[in-house]
Nanobody, 124 residues
Framework: QVQLVESGGGLVQPGGSLRLSCAAS????????IGWFRQAPGKEREGVSCISRGYGTTYYADSVKGRFTISRDNVKNTIYLQMNNVKSEDTAVYYC?????????????????WGQGTQVTVSS
């Protein structure tokens, strides 16, 4: 059974750091493109970062570039999103998603599998 489970969310102060995890099961995540998306209250879901299969080309939304880093641990079959210098506008539910085509894209329609999401709240 294919499953993605996010964890690591919580309450963090502005300027702080958080690392989100996306644990994959039922498939080999390194063979898939993985995307991180987020949805803030009253807003549409948007792409945050992604990593392609193989060489692992990465891409970041302008709003998080230089602050967030996506990475893989193929042994643990887990993908991470390191969030540094977080801002209040980073508050959202964060989702990871997997694309069997292996691409790194913010086109949500190509992603076959989605996690349930983890809440990140940035507040003092």
């Amino acid at each position: 059974q294919v499953q993605l489970v996010e964890s690591g969310g919580g309450l963090v102060q502005p300027g702080g750091s958080l690392r989100l995890s996306c644990a994959a099961s039922g498939f080999t995540s390194e063979d898939y493109g993985i995307g991180w998306f987020r949805q803030a209250p009253g807003k549409e879901r948007e792409g945050v970062s992604c990593i392609s299969r193989g060489y692992g080309t990465t891409y970041y939304a302008d709003s998080v570039k230089g602050r967030f880093t996506i990475s893989r641990d193929n042994v643990k079959n887990t993908i991470y999103l390191q969030m540094n210098n977080v801002k209040s506008e980073d508050t959202a539910v964060y989702y990871c998603a997997a694309d069997s085509g292996g691409s790194c894209t913010f086109n949500q329609y190509v992603y076959h599998y989605w996690g349930q999401g983890t809440q990140v709240t940035v507040s003092s």
